[in-house]
T-cell receptor
């Protein structure tokens, strides 16, 4: 089955700096890679996703890159703001099917 | 709120009791998923449905866990003879085929 590893487990940055979270996956059949943001006590919310036919996707301050050969993908947040503080989860699988999640990254943005 | 709805939000039960959780997906979403999330971990897939058909159930944690989606709309997750290790957040999500999944707020289960 799929195995997803996520690093780092915690990340502290100053407001305005960039943050990068990296994930690796094991199953080359995975073709869908979403990122979810989860604030304390709240539901995971999809912030961006990428499919295996695309190498990079951007949405305002958030971007995701995918390297299928190396089986890794990364989340990039630029110009971080205190409201970006949350736990971020990467996942891998097939859209509309089961997802395998990474262990999460706690991002803290210091004002 | 037209998002995924879960009930109850919190459940405290004594060890050995049975519990049932309900999930109402986003209207017209034909796929519905159940995940479990323990503290500090990512969601762990349990099972999913397309309409009323359960497409994958081998990931259910034990035979004490079962799920149904009798009419292809809402779903229930039942845990029989609860154990302390069952304490977790149980998340439901829904989607169309081949699209992103949207999660509910979850049901937090505490087994005492």
């Amino acid at each position: 089955g799929e195995n997803v590893e996520q690093h780092p487990s915690t990340l502290s940055v100053q407001e305005g700096d960039s943050a990068v979270i990296k994930c690796t996956y094991s199953d080359s059949a995975s073709n869908y890679f979403p990122w979810y943001k989860q604030e304390l006590g709240k539901r995971p919310q999809l912030i961006i996703d990428i499919r295996s036919n695309v190498g990079e996707k951007k949405d305002q301050r958030i971007a995701v890159t995918l390297n299928k050969t190396a089986k890794h993908f990364s989340l990039h947040i630029t110009e971080t703001q205190p409201e970006d503080s949350a736990v971020y989860f990467c996942a891998a699988g097939d859209a509309g099917n089961m997802l395998t999640f990474g262990g999460g990254t706690r991002l803290m943005v210091k004002p | 709120d037209t998002g995924v709805s879960q009930d109850p939000r919190h459940k405290i039960t004594k060890r050995g009791q049975n519990v049932t959780f309900r999930c109402d997906p986003i209207s017209e979403h034909n796929r519905l998923y159940w995940y479990r999330q323990t503290l500090g971990q990512g969601p762990e897939f349990l099972t999913y449905f397309q309409n009323e058909a359960q497409l994958e159930k081998s990931r259910l944690l034990s035979d004490r866990f079962s799920a149904e989606r009798p009419k292809g709309s809402f779903s229930t997750l039942e845990i029989q003879r609860t154990e302390q290790g069952d304490s977790a957040m149980y998340l439901c999500a829904s989607s169309f085929v081949s699209t992103e999944a949207f999660f509910g707020q979850g049901t937090r289960l505490t087994v005492v």
